[in-house]
Every structure is written in structure tokens, then in C-alpha cells.
């Protein structure tokens, strides 16, 4: 009778140390997913050459991403509503970010180089925080730099002096090794009614994607 009650406690204590472990599994499993407000590719995509030029008059060129985690966005000085939302999120969150890695930049890719100057972009920018980039070029360049971003734009009535341009809400996240390495998705904002990037689930995610780097 004594050597069944033991058998029985074994079984308990076993049971319950196996539960222990599949219950920290589980946890530790729901700890490090990643959210829907991201897409990750299954293979990071090597940028192609790409010639913009920066606020500072300097060439911006793919170069410019390596050895940084990169948050891009693509916009104009002119947007009347997601860019300075977007930018003023990133900007909320900045120190946050640079805490998850100090070499992570937020760069601005202006999709309107008519009335986007390296002048207006840097006062731009700064206006926001003076750590972040912006870069354009003509649309010849710009267009297929944006594209391997995984991002768009359009230009609506270029011969009208005051047009809009449409373009991505979404933030394109190049890894250090110059490499589109994931997109985060906009959802609309119940309040504005306009698309934005989550702040705070690009940091809860990008944390997890900087954890997992060549882990």
C-alpha cells in the first residue's frame, strides 16, 4: 500500500513538474510572438542601389543602412494629416527605441522632391526630433528605392500648384545588414479615422525582432 501511494506521488510530482515546464513553454511562446501590426519576411531582401540625396545635400545610397536598425517612412512636408502623426509618434517613442538598440534611425523619404528642399525637409524633421533623416530624390531615383521598401506613392495633379500625394502609412524596418527585413502595418485610428502605425506595438515588436537577430 506504501509503495502504491509513493508510485502515485512520483506520478503527481512528475505530472505537475511536466505541466510546470509546458506552462513556461507556452508562456515564454506567447512572450516572444510577434503581433499582427507586423509582417516579417521570411528571408531578409537585399536593397538594391539606390541614389537619394539628404536634407544635409549629402548622397544617400543604401550604404546608409548598414550597421543600423532603420525605420523608414515615406511621405511629404505638405501631408496634411498621417505624416505628422506618424512622425510625431516616432518621435514620442524615440528614446524608447534607441533604448532597444543605440543604433536604430528613423528615416523620413520624401515622395514629393518638387516641393520637398533639402532646406524644408531638414526644418521638417527637426521639427520633430533633429536625430532624424530625410531623403529624396527625383521620381526616376525615387520611385524604385521606394518600391524595394515595400512602399508607394502617387502624385495627383502635378501641374496644380498645391496637390496631394498619396502614399504608404506603413513603416518599413531595414535590418543592419541593409535588409528589408520586415514591414509594420497601419490599422485606422479610431479617433482621426486616418491609417497609423501602432507606436506602442512597433515597440513590443521590434524588441522581439531585435532579440531574435542572428539568435
Given at each position: 500500500?506504501a509503495?502504491?501511494?509513493?508510485?502515485?506521488?512520483?506520478?503527481?510530482?512528475?505530472?505537475?513538474?511536466?505541466?510546470?515546464?509546458?506552462?513556461?513553454?507556452?508562456?515564454?511562446?506567447?512572450?516572444?510572438?510577434?503581433?499582427?501590426?507586423?509582417?516579417?519576411?521570411?528571408?531578409?531582401?537585399?536593397?538594391?542601389?539606390?541614389?537619394?540625396?539628404?536634407?544635409?545635400?549629402?548622397?544617400?545610397?543604401?550604404?546608409?543602412?548598414?550597421?543600423?536598425?532603420?525605420?523608414?517612412f515615406?511621405?511629404?512636408?505638405?501631408?496634411?494629416?498621417i505624416?505628422?502623426?506618424?512622425?510625431?509618434?516616432?518621435?514620442?517613442?524615440?528614446?524608447?527605441?534607441?533604448?532597444?538598440?543605440?543604433?536604430?534611425?528613423?528615416?523620413?523619404?520624401?515622395?514629393?522632391?518638387?516641393?520637398?528642399?533639402?532646406?524644408?525637409?531638414?526644418?521638417?524633421?527637426a521639427?520633430?526630433?533633429?536625430?532624424?533623416?530625410?531623403?529624396?530624390?527625383?521620381?526616376?531615383?525615387?520611385?524604385?528605392a521606394?518600391?524595394?521598401?515595400?512602399?508607394?506613392?502617387?502624385?495627383?495633379?502635378?501641374?496644380?500648384?498645391?496637390?496631394?500625394?498619396?502614399?504608404?502609412?506603413?513603416?518599413?524596418?531595414?535590418?543592419?545588414?541593409?535588409?528589408?527585413?520586415?514591414?509594420?502595418?497601419?490599422?485606422?485610428?479610431?479617433g482621426?479615422?486616418?491609417?497609423?502605425?501602432?507606436?506602442?506595438?512597433?515597440?513590443?515588436?521590434l524588441?522581439?525582432i531585435?532579440?531574435?537577430?542572428?539568435?
Amino acid at each position: 500500500m506504501a509503495n502504491t501511494s509513493k508510485l502515485i506521488w512520483l506520478l503527481a510530482l512528475t505530472l505537475l513538474v511536466a505541466g510546470t515546464l509546458s506552462g513556461i513553454a507556452w508562456y515564454n511562446n506567447r512572450a516572444n510572438t510577434l503581433t499582427k501590426a507586423v509582417v516579417v519576411y521570411p528571408e531578409p531582401r537585399p536593397l538594391k542601389a539606390m541614389a537619394l540625396t539628404d536634407a544635409e545635400g549629402q548622397p544617400f545610397t543604401e550604404q546608409r543602412f548598414q550597421d543600423h536598425w532603420s525605420l523608414v517612412f515615406v511621405g511629404y512636408t505638405y501631408c496634411p494629416d498621417i505624416c505628422p502623426t506618424t512622425l510625431s509618434d516616432l518621435a514620442r517613442i524615440y528614446p524608447e527605441l534607441t533604448r532597444l538598440s543605440d543604433k536604430t534611425q528613423v528615416v523620413f523619404v520624401s515622395a514629393d522632391p518638387g516641393r520637398d528642399t533639402p532646406e524644408r525637409l531638414k526644418a521638417y524633421t527637426a521639427h520633430f526630433n533633429p536625430d532624424f533623416i530625410a531623403a529624396t530624390a527625383e521620381h526616376a531615383q525615387l520611385m524604385p528605392a521606394v518600391q524595394q521598401l515595400g512602399l508607394i506613392y502617387g502624385v495627383h495633379e502635378r501641374g496644380e500648384q498645391d496637390y496631394l500625394v498619396d502614399h504608404s502609412a506603413s513603416i518599413a524596418l531595414i535590418n543592419p545588414d541593409a535588409q528589408l527585413h520586415a514591414s509594420f502595418r497601419p490599422v485606422f485610428d479610431e479617433g482621426s479615422g486616418i491609417p497609423l502605425v501602432d507606436g506602442q506595438l512597433l515597440l513590443q515588436d521590434l524588441e522581439r525582432i531585435i532579440a531574435r537577430w542572428r539568435g
